[in-house]
């Protein structure tokens, strides 16, 4: 080896690369080199030394990435499997709610009270036994989007909205002069005679919920929505047609949206008070986060809204009954499915009580969504009802009278186009001339 300036001694020759190379512990390597300089692995070993020392920086950064991609690696191979997910997803969300509530706690006032009086619209995010759906960033948007939404309906409709002094006109409203002279045989059957006390208490926990193509919004803040007009066409049906007398409350229980069931379970207290003989509570929603294709089911022929029973458990508070109440649901949803198939989506189990406890029968119906109108859902309640009817015959035989003749049959429009059509055939028949002048067209 021929090394600079003459040098021909090999630690000579790594002393001078060592100054050259300007490191600053040449000094403590020197007597080893100068002691070890016949081995070959020397100069390696020193060349190693220095080009790490050199880009130490740029082998932290690959360091520090390489790590990071085997833990990003690690929790997306841990992720791929559905209970590792579930697991972490609930830890994060416990470990979440625990902190929060801990440093609402700690304060000497809860700011999430002052959030919710600026901005009205936090109040849906109340804690889980005020909300029996789900809280949805759709329907917070939504919520938000309502007050500028614009119902797109008739005409006439737009002008109500401008004029107030039109709202009460309705074009269809017509006057029916009744011929008293009409046969009798042609009135329908008779209904039997009321139960002399409610056996079905209804009520409704969020009063102002509607039905958004009916009311262009998905509630009425301070107002009766849509879900009362359904209990009240469920009332009708079980009076009207079944004899059995209902007792229901409109009492608005969610003016202050976070305290719905606070109100709600006085209002169900009372109820079953004053009609110590109710057998069913129902509490009547509506159900939210649904598209319009989800929301929507044919019963022979008709559009309805689809029905689904919400019951709550003992997880949060104690409630060691709620397996009645759960039972009970279930049988009043096979029997919906059997009669009216596609009617009913089943039973769902909750972590709140919902008032249920205050009755082994006490349940919660969701009666359509946001995404049906009120008629759909009134026409789910009175299909409900005939099975509410045939579930009380089997509760209470001794307080129930018998139904009317062809009660809890779903009109067939076609069917009721025939008979119709044939009534008119056996008039034609019977008396042409007077049918005629009665009917000039």
């Not at 992720?79 to 706690?105: M, N």
């Not at 009205?120 to 995010?125: G, I, S, Y």
């Not at 002094?165 to 039997?192: F, H, I, K, T, W």
């Not at 929505?225 to 409350?249: C, F, I, N, Q």
Request: one cysteine or more; glycine letters at 8%.
């Amino acid at each position: 080896m021929i090394s600079p300036r003459g040098c021909s001694n090999g630690s000579v020759y790594i002393r001078y690369l060592i100054n050259r190379l300007g490191m600053g512990f040449h000094n403590q390597l020197l007597p080893f080199i100068e002691f070890r300089d016949n081995r070959k692995g020397v100069m390696i070993l020193y060349r190693l030394r220095y080009y790490m020392h050199r880009n130490r920086y740029a082998l932290r950064r690959v360091t520090n990435l390489s790590a990071c991609g085997i833990i990003i690696i690690t929790l997306l191979l841990g992720l791929s499997y559905q209970p590792v997910r579930q697991a972490l997803y609930g830890s994060l969300i416990s470990l979440a709610e625990k902190g929060t509530d801990l440093a609402f706690r700690c304060s000497e006032r809860d700011p999430r009270g002052l959030l919710r009086a600026g901005i009205p619209v936090l109040a849906w995010a109340g804690s889980g036994e005020d909300i029996p759906e789900l809280v949805t960033p759709r329907s917070l948007f939504s919520a938000l989007l309502a007050p500028f939404r614009v119902k797109m309906g008739t005409p006439l409709e737009l002008v109500q909205n401008e004029i107030s002094v039109l709202r009460g006109y309705d074009p269809e409203a017509l006057v029916v002069v009744v011929d008293p002279r009409e046969n009798e045989s042609n009135q329908p059957p008779s209904s039997p005679g009321l139960t002399e006390k409610a056996l079905v208490g209804i009520y409704h926990t969020h009063t102002g919920e509607t039905y958004a193509l009916s009311d262009g919004t998905e509630r009425l803040t301070g107002k009766r929505g849509g879900v009362v007009t359904a209990g009240e066409a469920l009332k009708k049906e079980l009076e009207d047609v079944y004899g059995m007398r209902v007792a229901h409350s409109t009492r608005i229980n969610d003016a202050k949206y976070s305290t719905s069931y606070a109100e709600s379970e006085k209002d169900a207290r009372s109820l079953l008070e004053d009609n110590p003989e109710i057998q069913i509570l129902l509490d009547i929603h509506r159900d939210a986060g649904k598209s319009r294709q989800n929301s929507l089911v044919k019963v022979k022929g008709q559009e309805c809204a689809p029905i689904m029973f919400v019951v709550g458990s003992g997880a949060r508070a104690p409630f060691p009954t709620w397996k009645q109440n759960y039972d009970f649901a279930r049988e009043l949803a096979d029997q919906l499915e059997k009669e009216y198939p596609g009617l009913c989506c089943g039973v769902k189990v909750k972590e709140g009580r919902y008032n249920q406890f205050l009755h082994p029968r006490a349940i919660l119906v969701e009666m359509g969504s946001v995404s049906n109108s009120t008629e759909e859902a009134e026409r789910s309640a009175r299909m409900l009802a005939g099975i509410i009817a045939g579930k009380m015959r089997d509760i209470a035989p001794d307080k129930v009278k018998p139904a009317a003749p062809g009660a809890g049959k779903t009109p067939d429009p076609e069917q009721e186009g025939v008979k119709a059509s044939v009534h008119q055939d056996a008039e034609i028949q019977a008396d042409p001339e007077n049918y005629e002048d009665n009917n000039p067209e």
